[in-house]
């Protein structure tokens, strides 16, 4: 039996962290015992845990990585409160200096740094080590195994890192896993020295359980709702691009399509900018927060049309899922959609546009039939990669 650990933040409702219960869910436990390390034990998610696993007890230090300043100076951690205050006050510092807007990863990266002397080690030995979410740095100075393996979930391309700093901790791992062609390519352009590290492993999917959600009745029900239903899901923030797609149905609805809803399920920091959006548009009545929800499956397949407005992706796991329900789907042509469907087969690819998500989703709207060929092809097509982790099994040795 291999000792394996894995690490993640915690379960809150995300695509990383519903790839992360597949992936347990398909894991082999005949020849691998798992321990699973969360920071902290918060999230709707929790519950969906396989309980194969041995889920390690939080270590309070890690467990303040979830929590505001407040609650961790409340907590008397003193030390790693002044480290969360300087990383922010100095990634901002650095956003100036290279003239960057989103300093988030940056923060991110300093708030580990300053934090990794006050943290305490795992004492027990492992052989196999996954850090499933960036930053890795509790795997790679925090554990001791005979091998680590670090995941990347998010298009590089599109984020701002210190390179250098990176290098020190990506430099700590045997082998990086990447979920699609298009991640390792905008990885490698970034990071190129770590060419023989990367190996290809795409999110596992699990179409029965997938299919078995979506049948559970929800109270918010809109398959009743009259209308063409549009269905989004995803945290609410810039990188999903919601506000492109309020304009979008504002422009929809001006043209006379006036019986599109579009549902989004999710929740976020931007809740109150795009409610803002709503209202100024008056579409109170035709763009829906449904908010957080465990099971975004029911919405998803009582849409018409499901679509990924996103400015970028790492590979969306919630594009797969709505093609398991064999829903058409229209997506944008962020840097790697073309890894997440056969544009014209089993679904759109749209310009990364506000007008081009207008004349996407115009399309689909007008034509029936194309809308039934991509969700026919869907229906003949076999989503399930299980097999993916026989990839990973071989790391271990």
Excluded at 44 to 57: C, G, T
Excluded at 310 to 317: D, H, Q
């Amino acid at each position: 039996m291999k000792k394996v650990l894995i690490s993640s933040f915690d379960m809150e409702v995300g695509g990383v962290e519903r790839s992360l219960i597949s992936m347990l869910n398909n894991f082999d436990y005949d020849n691998n015992q798992v321990d699973l390390m969360l920071y902290r034990h918060k999230g709707d998610f929790m519950k969906l845990l396989p309980n194969k696993h041995n889920l390690l007890d939080e270590i309070p230090e890690y467990s303040s990585f979830r929590k505001s300043v407040a609650e961790v100076i409340k907590e008397k951690r003193y030390i790693l409160a002044m480290t969360r205050i300087l990383a922010n006050l100095n990634s901002k510092i650095i956003g100036k200096v290279k003239k960057v807007s989103e300093v988030g990863y940056y923060q991110m990266q300093l708030m580990w740094r300053y934090s990794l002397p006050f943290l305490p080690k795992l004492d027990k030995q492992y052989d196999v080590a996954i850090s499933y979410l960036w930053p890795h740095y509790f795997i790679a100075d925090k554990v001791k195994a005979k091998r680590k393996i670090a995941w990347i979930h998010t298009d590089y391309s599109t984020i701002e890192t210190d390179i250098d700093m990176d290098l020190k901790m990506w430099n700590k791992f045997d082998n990086i896993i990447s979920i699609s062609d298009d991640c390792t390519k905008a990885f490698l352009d970034k990071y190129p020295t770590l060419k023989d590290k990367i190996v290809l492993i795409e999110n596992i999917t699990s179409p029965q359980f997938i299919i078995n959600m979506s049948n559970e009745e929800v109270d918010d029900d809109i398959s009743k709702v009259k209308g063409f239903k549009i269905v989004s899901t995803g945290r609410l923030c810039y990188q999903k691009a919601f506000d492109n797609a309020i304009i979008a149905l504002k422009i929809l609805n001006d043209k006379g399509y006036k019986d599109i809803k579009w549902y989004i399920v999710g929740y976020g920091g931007d809740e109150g900018k795009l409610m803002g959006l709503i209202k100024e548009n008056k579409l109170e009545e035709n763009f829906i927060l449904l908010g957080k929800k465990i099971n975004p499956y029911p919405y998803m397949k009582a849409c018409d049309l499901y679509v990924q407005p996103s400015r970028y992706e790492g590979k969306a796991v919630t594009v797969t899922e709505a093609r398991i329900l064999e829903r058409p789907t229209l997506i944008t042509n962020y840097p790697t959609a073309k890894s997440q469907l056969m544009d014209g087969f089993d679904g759109n690819i749209c310009d990364l546009s506000i007008g081009g998500i207008v004349d996407g989703i115009e399309r689909l709207y007008k034509d029936k039939n194309l809308r039934n060929k991509l969700a026919f092809n869907c229906k003949n097509t076999d989503y399930s990669n299980s097999y993916e982790l026989e990839k990973l099994y071989k790391l271990f040795n």
